[in-house]
Structures are given as structure tokens and as C-alpha cells.
């Protein structure tokens, strides 16, 4: 009997990168440039490569890049949710053993810009570290109807110069914070919609192109609606207002089912000038204090109706 087992295990490649121009003869404003980083990491009836060195059911991780960039080439990678199906079904079908998969892609925001008033035809803005991130896990035995699929922004960073309070907490002798109705209130949004897969449609509907609408709306919804309630509303705190943000993406996504935050709270101090002359500080001069940030998380789901 052996000390050991192999308890889990999966692999594959990451960080496989691409650029895809994608060109429509027809319509040169639907010209669209993707770049995107790639995992793909395999799970299935690889055990003997670990416990008995023998690597007869190993696809190599560089068939896996190969295979990616291949696919890249031959077939839409708009959106990153339909791509990420189209190579799910690809390496489940192409080898038996593959039992089910996680892929995970990073899209980066490139954004075309106006010159002489016109959005150009093929020249783009990099938008800085934002990205889409699309991930997908699944099961060949669950069956096509039933896999775990998310969309997230990442790293959009944002701030407003008023418009934000945190008072009314909890306060103890460890307490030195002061309550205020005017500060700064920045972050890098982190935002993660869950579909549900039954509302959703299968995965060959999915890698079909038939669902894009519906990725690129939720999307454009909850980057939009984020940015809107960041704006508008005066806020009393990161808790409250992610979690408005998160409703109001709920309200919008029927085939969504939870949406969550990740935020740190990027904490600005106004710096006291008191002790030089006395000089009033009315909110105008701030010190960035990038750590310790706050961080504040959430996941919300919908209510279910009350019978
Ligand atoms: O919006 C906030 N939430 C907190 O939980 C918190 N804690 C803190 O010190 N400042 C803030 N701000």
C-alpha cells in the first residue's frame, strides 16, 4: 500500500495571450480589436501521470495554448463568454477522459478614440489595468444545461471628490475615526455577475452566438449602472452602496442570479493645517494613505417572491 493519493488535480496553460483583429469588409465600423489572456486548465482521468510517472493520457499544456490560439483564429472571440463555451465543448468532445474544464479569459479594454470628431475607423485607447474577466467551470457529467459561469469587471479605478459620508458606526475606545458627511471616497470597482446556467441556455447555445446579446447588455448594464450610482448617489458608505449597485444589475439581468463587490476603500485623509497659522482646510488638501485599505465585500442574490 502506498503512503499517498491523489486527492485533486488539474492543469493546463495559462497566460496564453492573443490579439484578434476583427475585421468586417462590409462594415468598416464594426472593425473591433480583442486583446486577452487565456487559462485553460483541464480536470479528468490524468492520475497515472502523477502517481505512476506515466504520461499516456497527458494532452500537453502546449496543445492546449496551440489549440486556444487556433480557435482565436478560426472563430469570434466576441464575446468572452461565448468563446469560453466554444473551448469548453472543444476539449471535453476532443478527449475522452477530459472530464470537464475551467477556462478562465482576461479581456483588455481598448477603446477607440474621436479624431477630427469621428470615432476612428482602427485606432484605439488602452483604458489603464480595466478589464473583463469571463470564467467557466463545468462538468461533462452534469450535462450541458448545468455549468458554473461569471462575468467581472476588474480594476476599474474610480473616485468622487464629495458626495460621500461614513458616519453613525460603531464607536469604542479603539474608536478614532471621525464621522463625516464630506469626504473622498475612491476604489478599484471589482464587480462579478453569476449566471444561471437553466435561465441561460446550454452551452452549445451559448458558444452558437445566440446568447451574445445578453452578455454584451449585462456588461454595458453593470459597468454603466456602477458608474452611474458611484455618481449620483450621495453615499453613506462602500456597504451601502455596492449593495444598490448589485440590486439595481439584479433588476436589469433576469438570467443573473447574484452579483457581488469586492472594494477597497482607498482611503484619502485630509491633512490637518492647523498648527500652521491656523490654515482652514475646507476638503481641499488630501494625502493618499494607500495602506491599510478598507475592504468590503458582498454577494447578493435575488429575493424570491413571497407565495
Ligand atoms: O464606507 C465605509 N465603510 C466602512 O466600514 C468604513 N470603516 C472606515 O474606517 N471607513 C469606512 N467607510
Known amino acids: 500500500m502506498s503512503y499517498s493519493y491523489l486527492d485533486q488535480s488539474t492543469y493546463g496553460k495559462d497566460n496564453v495571450k492573443f490579439l484578434k483583429v476583427k475585421k468586417d469588409k462590409?462594415?468598416?465600423?464594426?472593425?473591433?480589436?480583442?486583446?486577452?489572456?487565456?487559462?485553460?486548465?483541464?480536470?479528468?482521468?490524468?492520475?497515472?501521470?502523477?502517481?505512476?510517472?506515466?504520461n499516456a493520457p497527458v494532452v500537453p499544456t502546449d496543445t492546449v495554448k496551440n489549440t486556444i490560439l487556433i480557435f482565436a483564429k478560426k472563430y469570434d472571440t466576441f464575446p468572452i463568454e461565448k468563446f469560453a463555451a466554444k473551448l469548453a465543448l472543444h476539449f471535453t468532445s476532443k478527449y475522452s477522459h477530459v472530464s470537464g474544464l475551467t477556462v478562465k479569459i482576461t479581456q483588455d479594454r481598448w477603446v477607440k478614440y474621436d479624431v477630427d470628431g469621428k470615432e476612428s475607423l482602427h485606432s484605439f485607447v488602452h483604458q489603464g489595468p480595466e478589464k473583463k474577466i469571463t470564467f467557466l467551470d463545468w462538468?461533462?457529467?452534469?450535462?450541458?444545461?448545468?455549468?458554473?459561469?461569471?462575468t467581472s469587471i476588474k480594476d476599474l479605478t474610480v473616485l468622487k471628490s464629495t458626495n460621500s459620508m461614513f458616519y453613525g458606526y460603531n464607536k469604542c475606545?479603539?474608536?478614532?475615526?471621525?464621522?463625516?458627511?464630506?469626504?473622498?471616497?475612491?476604489?478599484?470597482?471589482?464587480?462579478t455577475w453569476e449566471w444561471n446556467s437553466s435561465k441561460l441556455g446550454s452551452l452549445e447555445a451559448v458558444s452558437s452566438g445566440s446568447k451574445d446579446s445578453i452578455f454584451n447588455g449585462a456588461y454595458h448594464n453593470a459597468r454603466d449602472i456602477t458608474l452611474d450610482i458611484f455618481a449620483k448617489e450621495n453615499s453613506p458608505s462602500?456597504?451601502?452602496?455596492?449593495?444598490?449597485?448589485?440590486?439595481?444589475?439584479?433588476?436589469?439581468?433576469?438570467?443573473?442570479?447574484?452579483?457581488?463587490?469586492?472594494?477597497?476603500?482607498?482611503?484619502?485623509?485630509?491633512?490637518d493645517f492647523k498648527w500652521f497659522k491656523g490654515l482652514e482646510n475646507d476638503n481641499e488638501l488630501f494625502y493618499p494613505s494607500p495602506h491599510p485599505n478598507g475592504l468590503i465585500k458582498c454577494r447578493v442574490g435575488r429575493q424570491q417572491a413571497k407565495l
Open 139 to 150: 462538468d461533462k457529467k452534469n450535462g450541458t444545461s448545468s455549468y458554473s459561469l461569471s
Open 173 to 191: 475606545e479603539y474608536t478614532t475615526l471621525k464621522p463625516t458627511t464630506d469626504r473622498i471616497l475612491s476604489t478599484d470597482i471589482f464587480a
Open 26 to 54: 462590409t462594415n468598416p465600423k464594426l472593425h473591433e480589436v480583442m486583446e486577452a489572456t487565456v487559462c485553460v486548465l483541464l480536470k479528468g482521468n490524468f492520475d497515472i501521470s502523477y502517481t505512476k510517472a506515466d
Open 238 to 271: 462602500v456597504q451601502a452602496t455596492m449593495f444598490n449597485m448589485a440590486t439595481a444589475i439584479l433588476k436589469v439581468a433576469p438570467q443573473v442570479d447574484y452579483v457581488s463587490y469586492e472594494l477597497p476603500n482607498k482611503h484619502y485623509f485630509l491633512f
